[in-house]
């Protein structure tokens, strides 16, 4: 086991300059994600986890009008400001996306077999030969029946489960350590995901694989990380591990967002939270979520840190300590 | 087809809506081949007054489909009675007439307001359509619809891109109850929208109905929503009901395999409990809807699958409790007789590795 995070985000900001106004999409963002481990990255929309990714992967903030901010290290290797030619060396290889739009991720005028095959090619420098055998290995191994047959269709001969597996064996292909997944089941009917959060669960425990599961449901979080990391308005606002967080939430905002959720297993009144999020160049100063919270009294106007409030366990909360947050379950 | 025929009572008089074998088929051209794919296979529901009816089902299940032959926005063979009134009987003009008791509010509210109109005239259109009040009264009417969702009558003068998704949402649903409807169709009305605002909707659609005693139908794939907001529920499988019933009975006790597989698929937010679940979400996808299945359309996916299910299609039976299920093991087999599924073990596990291939 190699010691140290496989991806480590310290004090990531994503700053897009617009007229003189900088917009900070994502705000001092810092996470670690262990060898083997998965961890949830939940918010709502425009909370800023996609950006966190799309920050990761370096396809945002490498421009004048838009720049990252703070460090993101892969293996200990710094990932902020790093050259177009070497991010393709990681892409698809070391560090694999599996995005939410099975459809829109694969084109329809290739066989699906050439189009995991084209990176297996691009990095691992295989024959043709040798990486169509590779293909069938990982289509294999995300439990697409036939596999060896299969490698000559094309996407819309597949359903859309099978496709998000497709997805899934191209991350795959090159034995990457780290899977970014960003909403991978969101677009999926219920059972589909539900085979599929089973595939993603059995290949991160046998390949070892470190993954950032990006998502806004609950359950699925519920289901699947080891950790959680909860984004309100562009910051982490608490993290720490799954039955911890979901146990005994230490942050006002994560412990509404848990008792909003609607429940299969129960029906009782549904709970909200009031108005909105803030939006992202209209944010209060102090606590982000203090116009919205039941506990915020003066001193939440100062500017918050996230902090160490139990072993483990991080929140942007000063009150975090003396708060009787209710139990979420 | 006489206009005596709308006088007929052919209801209850608490029925608001009775649906009987609705039947759905569309034509599809796949390559050279003309296919027809049967979206809605003898679909009956009922609707009392004032209730909340949840339809449930996966992509493909025909629920939106039901929507729009409920609106006559697609033909469909069988019976609708509206009120008391048999809807395939009547003429364009008659239908466009009754349309003002059935109103529908959408996924994204973006598609069903126009963005170069001024919300306020969005809002007016079905009162010019429907009602004769002139324009001052409308504006007034716009400006108490406004304040039934919950936005300020300034909002009249704003365009919809003005607005969040949770408020336009609010926009298009004081529209659809501008002409005082008495049944809302819901197609996945919250879907797109985080959870805070989907239960601030919810709520307001609670509101709507104790004023106004509106009822809905409420159309989701989001099984937890519906369990919180549905008096009875309906789930649909491939264009067929396959179970339906009072709420709280078909999520507590289930008869239908399908409708145990999709709740399991469902995942709690609860670590402790999600993990410890039995989780026998059912394998595969779902069948060709141009290639039904013989016999029962879920048997080859069932856990609980016998000989017959794969020849004969099962006729619905009640359930203790109340509501019906399709399913031969509530006849042969282990004879449940009308009742839950519970505490009978699968015959075989199911394994996602035992997927059948997908449709080609």
Request: aromatic share 4%.
């Amino acid at each position: 086991m190699t010691a140290g995070p496989v991806l480590e985000v310290r004090d990531a900001s994503l700053v897009f300059t617009q007229d003189r106004n900088e917009l900070r999409l994502i705000d001092h963002v810092s996470f670690e994600v262990a060898p083997g481990e998965t961890l949830g990255l939940v918010g709502e929309s425009g909370s800023g986890k996609s950006m966190t990714a799309l920050s990761i992967m370096g396809f945002v903030g490498r421009k004048r009008s838009q720049r990252l901010e703070g460090s993101i290290r892969f293996r200990g290797q710094e990932l902020v400001g790093l050259p177009e030619s070497q991010y393709r060396k990681l892409r698809g290889n070391d560090i694999a996306m599996v995005f939410q739009e099975p459809m829109t991720s694969l084109d329809p005028s290739f066989t699906i077999g050439f189009q995991i095959a084209e990176g297996i090619r691009l990095h691992q420098g295989l024959s043709r030969k040798d990486a169509l055998k590779r293909v069938v290995e990982v289509l294999d191994l995300v439990r697409i029946p036939q596999a060896h047959r299969r490698v000559n269709s094309y996407p819309h001969e597949f359903s859309g489960g099978m496709r998000q597996r497709v997805l899934i064996a191209m991350a795959l292909a090159n034995d990457p350590e780290l899977i970014i997944a960003d909403e991978p089941t969101t677009a999926l009917d219920v059972s589909i995901q539900a085979q599929i959060l089973d595939l993603l669960g059995s290949l991160q425990r046998d390949l070892g694989l470190a993954m950032l599961f990006i998502t806004h449901n609950m359950g699925v979080v519920a289901d699947i990380c080891d950790r959680v990391a909860v984004m309100y308005a562009g910051e982490v606002v608490e993290q720490g591990g799954v039955h911890e967080v979901f146990g005994s939430p230490r942050m006002p905002y994560t412990e509404r967002l848990l008792a909003s959720m609607p429940r299969l297993d129960r029906r009782g009144e549904l709970e909200w939270i009031p108005g909105a999020p803030p939006a992202v160049d209209d944010r209060p100063v102090g606590c982000r979520f203090q116009p919205r919270c039941a506990h915020a009294v003066q001193a939440c106007g100062e500017p918050q840190a996230l902090r160490i409030v139990a072993p483990d366990r991080l929140a942007r909360c000063w009150r975090s300590e003396e708060l009787e947050l209710g139990e979420s379950a | 087809m006489s206009e005596q025929s709308i006088q007929t009572p052919t209801a209850e008089v608490e029925d608001l809506l009775v649906a009987e074998d609705v039947t759905v088929t569309f034509p599809l051209r796949r390559g050279r081949r003309k296919l027809k794919v049967n979206a809605l296979r003898g679909v009956t529901i009922g609707l009392r007054r004032g209730e909340t009816l949840g339809l449930v089902g996966e992509s493909g299940s025909g629920k939106s489909t039901f929507a729009r032959a409920l609106l006559h926005l697609v033909d469909s063979e069988g019976r609708i009675v509206l009120d008391g009134v048999e809807t395939g009987e009547l003429s364009r003009r008659q239908f466009r007439e009754l349309r003002s008791k059935v109103q529908m509010v959408f996924q994204d509210p973006y598609s069903s307001l126009d963005p170069s109109m001024r919300v306020g005239d969005s809002i007016a259109e079905p009162l010019i359509e429907h009602t004769s009040l002139n324009r001052v009264d409308r504006e007034a009417r716009v400006a108490e619809l406004l304040g039934k969702v919950g936005l300020p009558a300034s909002a009249a003068d704003r365009y919809p891109d003005e607005f969040s998704g949770g408020q336009r949402q609010r926009i298009a649903i004081a529209r659809a109850i501008a002409v005082a409807p008495d049944l809302l169709v819901c197609d996945e009305a919250v879907s797109a929208l985080d959870v805070s605002t989907q239960n601030q909707i919810l709520g307001l659609l609670r509101d709507l109905r104790e004023d106004s005693g509106l009822s809905y139908v409420f159309i989701s794939h989001d099984l937890a929503v519906v369990r919180h907001i549905s008096d009875r529920v309906v789930v649909m499988y491939l264009g067929q009901v396959v179970e339906e019933g009072p709420t709280e009975r078909v999520y507590e006790s289930f008869a239908h395999p399908y409708t145990r597989s999709l709740l399991a698929a469902v995942p709690i937010p609860d670590p402790v409990l999600q993990r410890g679940r039995d989780r026998g979400a059912a394998p595969g996808d779902l069948p060709d809807p141009t290639d039904p299945p013989t016999g029962c359309a879920f048997h080859a996916r069932c856990a609980y699958a016998m000989p017959i299910c794969a020849e004969v299609d099962p006729e619905p039976t009640p359930v203790d409790g109340g509501g019906s299920v399709r399913c031969h093991l509530q006849t042969t087999g282990p004879e449940l007789g009308g009742r839950s599924l519970l505490g009978i073990t699968p015959v075989r596990t199911l394994q996602a590795e035992t997927a059948v291939p997908p449709v080609a």
